[in-house]
């Protein structure tokens, strides 16, 4: 029974973007969503791991943006990249972000699934996804609803490649 019964074993690369309070507040309900999968074992949000915990409102060294601080903030990404086993995405459909996209394609390189949580705030006819990020994603989920993740079997993630919105 070890390859279906659910262990927390999975390392998990949360993706999303952090620019706005509604973007901060989908990354702590994801995390509680997460919390409640009996397979994710790790969470890996790259906000917990700021180098010199440097963020824009907050820069103890005043770092945040120099050289150094983008040098460690690329490498620790890209690490972490390589550690998890399996990417979750909070994709904010109303203001894409090109940092997301770049890490997508280091799982894709990898060959590492992506499962993505679209968010959008418009019918879904008023979309147009990427067709190299609609067939980069391993599984789309239904936009906007975090209850997907709590019994996502991320110990086998199957793919899902129907995506919610138009393709170009």
């Not at 060294?61 to 979750?88: H, I, K, P, R």
Request: hydrophobic share 40%; proline share 7%.
């Amino acid at each position: 029974m070890k390859n279906t019964q659910a262990q927390p074993i999975t390392k998990v690369y949360l993706a999303t973007s952090f620019f706005n309070d509604q973007q901060k507040a989908r990354v702590t309900k994801a995390l509680e969503v997460l919390e409640t999968n009996a397979t994710v074992g790790v969470v890996h949000q790259p906000f917990d791991f700021q180098y010199k915990d440097a963020l824009i409102d907050h820069d103890p060294e005043g770092v945040f943006g120099s050289l150094e601080w983008q040098v460690a903030t690329y490498n620790n990404d890209v690490n972490a990249v390589g550690n998890s086993d399996v990417c979750v995405a909070l994709y904010d459909m109303d203001q894409e972000d090109v940092g997301i996209a770049f890490e997508f394609g280091m799982f894709v390189a990898l060959h590492k699934p992506i499962i993505l949580l679209p968010f959008s705030q418009k019918p879904a006819e008023d979309y147009e996804v990427n067709l190299m990020l609609a067939r980069g994603v391993s599984t789309w989920l239904q936009p906007n609803y975090f209850d997907q993740l709590a019994d996502f079997n991320f110990n086998h993630p199957m793919a899902q490649p129907n995506v919610p919105y138009p393709v170009i």
